[in-house]
Nanobody
């Protein structure tokens, strides 16, 4: 599986940004796709995950109600819509693919390159 993430940038607090992750290389119906992030000086943390087949989602408490993960089957692309952004959302965001639904980074076998999101106040 190859993953290509994009969409990061500089945004003012309270603003919105949408990240995309284009996937290729295998059948996706059995996969789960996750977003993780690593803030400066911090450990990588789980953000959201979606089960490709059913569309079931799960979010970290820190982003629940502000972020939304979705997928486009035709484009084999996963999105992370980020609203009401806060400075503490500043991080490098990574998409990842796994054969099962998980919020644990070590469970993911495939990773895209990161995309930087910077939120200023």
């Amino acid at each position: 599986v190859q993953l290509q993430a994009c969409g990061g940038g500089l945004v003012q607090a309270g603003g919105s940004l949408t990240l995309s992750c284009a996937a290729s290389g295998r059948t996706f119906s059995s996969l789960a796709m996750g977003w993780f992030r690593r803030a400066p000086g911090k450990e990588r943390e789980f953000v959201a995950v979606i089960r490709w087949s059913s569309g079931a989602t799960y979010y970290a408490d820190s982003v629940k109600g502000r972020f939304a993960i979705s997928r486009d089957n035709a484009k084999t692309t996963v999105y992370l819509q980020m609203n009401s952004l806060k400075p503490e959302d500043t991080a490098v965001y990574y998409c990842a693919a796994n054969s099962y639904y998980s919020n644990v980074a070590s469970a993911y076998a495939y990773w895209g390159q990161g995309t930087l999101v910077t939120v200023f106040s």
